[in-house]
């Protein structure tokens, strides 16, 4: 099953516009993170923004947010006032520990977000 | 500044040979990962290590190796490539989640392409 889920393969939004990525997660651990990383066409993976399990407000990091629903299990992340710098690929990912207590992510397929003029 | 990096950013292969990925980390992070990353099916993880001379499968370990005999070294080895082994890689470093605060975050390299013939 999956543990990362993210529906939309691509979003479009305008210049300007906010733009919501879902992201929904499956866990039985009551501690864990969830991430958003940013992949533009040159290929780097750039971290975004964390929240983490027991954080109580959303996390913000400039014009990201994460909101975070726990009883939904969903974290999506907002993007206000898109640039054309924003069209990329965006990655949501959940930490979670394994059995051998090392913590590894686990990522979703993506959302391919495009910023038009 | 603190830096993920991989030795090839391509190669073309052929089938059937060995093949190696090699990535250095300067951060002196205990934990580092091989993630192997296709359209449409997001980051999966090959391997990782959260020491020296330890590693452990992760979600598709099938007809990859890996190799971890110094702590900022993790060698990704395909003994005999195959067509299906065509994608991108990705090597990530991370510290241990709660250390100093820490969230776990993944540090990546660039990526290595790599075709097989």
């Known amino acids: 099953a999956q543990k990362i889920t993210q529906t939309q393969p691509g979003m479009f939004v305008q210049e300007k516009e906010a733009v919501t990525l879902d992201c929904t997660y499956d866990t039985s651990d009551q501690s864990y993170g969830l991430f958003w990383y940013k992949q533009p066409s040159s290929g780097e993976m750039i971290f975004l923004i964390y929240q983490g399990s027991y954080d109580e407000q959303n996390a913000t990091e400039g014009r990201y947010s994460l909101n975070f629903q726990k009883a939904r299990k969903s974290a999506n992340l907002v993007i206000s006032a898109s640039q054309l710098g924003d069209s990329a690929m965006y990655f949501c990912a959940m930490r979670e520990r394994d059995g051998y207590n090392t913590d590894k992510l686990i990522f979703g397929t993506g959302t391919r977000l495009q910023v038009f003029p | 500044d603190v830096k993920v990096t991989q030795s090839s950013r391509y190669l073309v292969k052929r089938t059937g040979e060995k093949v190696f990925l090699e990535c250095v980390q300067d951060?002196?992070?205990?934990?580092m990962f091989w993630y192997r990353q296709d359209p449409g099916l997001g980051l999966r993880l090959i391997y990782f290590?959260?020491?020296?001379?330890?590693?452990e499968k992760g979600d598709i370990p099938e007809g990859y190796s890996v190799s971890r005999e110094k702590k900022e070294r993790f060698s990704l080895i395909l003994e005999s490539a195959s067509t299906n082994q065509t994608s991108m890689y990705l090597c990530a470093s991370s510290t241990w989640f709660g250390d100093t605060g820490d969230t776990g975050e993944l540090f990546f390299g660039e990526g290595s392409r790599l075709t097989v013939l």
């Open positions: 951060m002196d992070h205990e934990n």
């Open positions: 290590s959260y020491d020296v001379k330890m590693k």
